[in-house]
């Protein structure tokens, strides 16, 4: 028997015994939503709201209201744009919204001074979302499987980032301006049309770089201390004097829960994980060592 459709206004039923709890974390994932009932907007202590693989193709103004919120999972519906009440969210840290219709994101949504943790994978985004370059807080990006063909100069302002998923994208030359991003750990460039790189050892800082299913001959310049994953990697790592740095995930899981960075950037072992609906998203091990 499949799950009844709730009505428009009200909360499901099992909501408050949720709020009893006391964690001020409310699980609606799963259910057949259009639009999110009014009545959770009105629930001014919630703290963790997770909305994934419902159907819902809007959301209310009325959001902004819910400003305690940390956490906004919203991935895997049918959202084609983002109200402006959502970036009046002064806590929140970490927004998922991969898997939706979005083409662009809100001007306001610089105004997201707290975001650490942003998954907009599965997008329609042919372009970069300007409102991203304030945010200098962000720590993981997530963009995978959108449509980008270039990056903007701006992309070292910002300075917090650490993490940065762009593969399944459009890129056929190396962004310049990722050569300026001396601070970023992982960088994840898989089933692009890159024919080709640049020497990355400005990168300084730089401990993964995927680079799988572009049609290169071979691996980048890199220092001794970044794991590889692509064409020609393994023979380059063998090369090393050093031994070969433990593999860690490609792929982050969705963190949910624990704060430290490590979490944002790849996932913890302890985290919670959802992935689209049969997906099979997978918890990944974390990888040491990639704290500021």
Known sequence: MGI???TPDELPSDAEEQLRSGDQQLELSGRRLRRLPSAVCALSRLQKLYVSGTG???LPEEIEEL?????LALDFNKLERLPDGLCRLPHLTRLYLGGNRLLALPADFAQLQSLRCLWIEGNFLRRFPRPLLRLVALQSLQMGDNRLRALPAELPRMTGLRGLWLYGNRFEEFPPALLRMGRLHILDLDRNRLGGFPDLH???ALRVFSYDHNPVTGPPRVAD????VGEGAVERMAE??????????RRPARAFEDEEEEDLLIGGAGSRTLGAPGDGLRALEAAPGLGT
Request: proline share 21%; net charge positive; charged share 40%.
């Open 4 to 6: 009844a459709e709730s």
């Open 202 to 204: 400005p990168l300084r």
């Open 240 to 249: 090393r004097d050093e031994p070969t740095p433990r593999p860690p995930p």
């Open 67 to 71: 400003r305690e919120l940390r956490i």
């Open 225 to 228: 201390t970044v794991f590889l």
């Open 56 to 58: 819902l193709r809007e």
